[in-house]
């Protein structure tokens, strides 16, 4: 017998799936709602069988659709793994892969890694959500994003976390200030000086405040942001100096901006990898995630007189 059904009833019915919504599956295969609705009871009329039990406010799998969900799963990974396993194929393929990312690392970080990926995958489209630590987690736990980037945090037990890297909190200066000469510099000389800071909506803040603890600022900082990034923006305007994760600094030869080893204490956040736990990546996001994995050496921060690694 003869099976009437394509991958595209079975992508839609994947995304459907995942998403717990006709409108966001949808969305997320970029088709209209009334094409999708097709692709479903085209995909039903098939098997002769109902997939999903719907009402005006949810969208839920029957007993056949729950047994026939892993099963299509593992039809299409093993199909995209075929594909992108066969170099001639790889470069043509299709797809996208999301990842949620924390800005102090999508500025700088994440550009190399995608631009690498887009080299080999091409037709691939990456969505990057730079959004806050809290947000990075959501994302992952509710299918969002298909990888988080993060420093460590207090993840939900539906999570795993892969360390990649530990990024030290450096200063960040202009290379005309008083500091730029220094070989390191305390914290306590750090709150002698006007300095930017990240507000108590960042992990970073939080995560500060926990390791300086014993430590009481001089001086209120002149101002504060949301985002690293922001607050990077503010030092080399001549704001004032910032404490910054490495990660977060430009690659050496910046016109303007240097970093300078901060000490006493030094302070580190665990950066890294969070997966939602016994779920298997798609082969993009895999190829994502091997990439990323590969280049998670921090980039050369801005040089000063002593090198931040």
């Known amino acids: 017998m003869a099976i009437n059904f394509d991958l595209n009833d079975l992508q839609a019915f994947r995304a459907v799936v995942e998403k717990g919504s006709f409108g966001k599956a949808a969305e997320a295969i970029h088709i209209s709602q009334p094409a999708l609705s097709r692709r479903i009871e085209k995909l039903e009329d098939a098997l002769g069988v109902k997939l ?36 001639d194929v790889a470069s043509t393929r299709l797809g996208h892969v999301t990842i949620a990312c924390v800005p102090s690392a999508a500025y700088y970080f994440m550009p190399r890694v995608v ?3 887009h080299q080999l995958y091409p037709k691939i489209r990456v969505r990057v959500l730079d959004a806050s630590a809290h947000d990075v987690h959501d994302a992952v736990v509710s299918g969002e994003a298909d990888l988080g980037l993060s420093f460590m945090g207090n993840l939900d037990v539906g999570l795993e976390f892969e360390l990649l890297v530990q990024d030290t909190y450096v200063l960040a200066c202009r290379r005309d200030h008083a500091l730029a ?12 000086h006007d300095y930017i800071a990240v507000d108590k909506t960042s992990g970073n803040r939080f995560l500060l405040d926990q390791a300086l603890i014993h430590i009481k600022p001089a001086r209120p900082s002149v101002c504060e942001t949301r ?20 990660m977060a600094m430009p690659t050496a030869g910046h016109p303007i ?33 091997r990439l990323i994995v590969e280049m998670k050496a921090l980039p050369p921060s801005v040089q000063g007189p002593t090198a931040v690694h």
């Open 115 to 117: 631009a690498r990926y």
């Open 52 to 87: 999903f039990e719907r009402t005006t406010r949810r969208v839920s799998l029957t007993m056949v659709g729950r047994a026939f969900a892993p099963r299509a799963e593992r039809l299409l990974d093993d199909l995209d793994d075929a594909l992108l396993g066969i170099s």
């Open 181 to 192: 000469s220094r070989e390191g510099v305390t914290w306590s000389e750090f709150f002698e």
């Open 227 to 246: 985002h690293v990034v922001t607050m990077l923006g503010l030092v080399e305007a001549g704001l004032g100096i910032a404490a910054a994760p490495a």
């Open 257 to 289: 901006l240097m970093s300078v080893p901060l000490t006493a204490p030094q302070v580190i956040r665990s950066v890294g990898l969070i997966k939602r736990r016994g779920r298997t990546l798609t082969p993009a996001a895999l190829e994502l995630e």
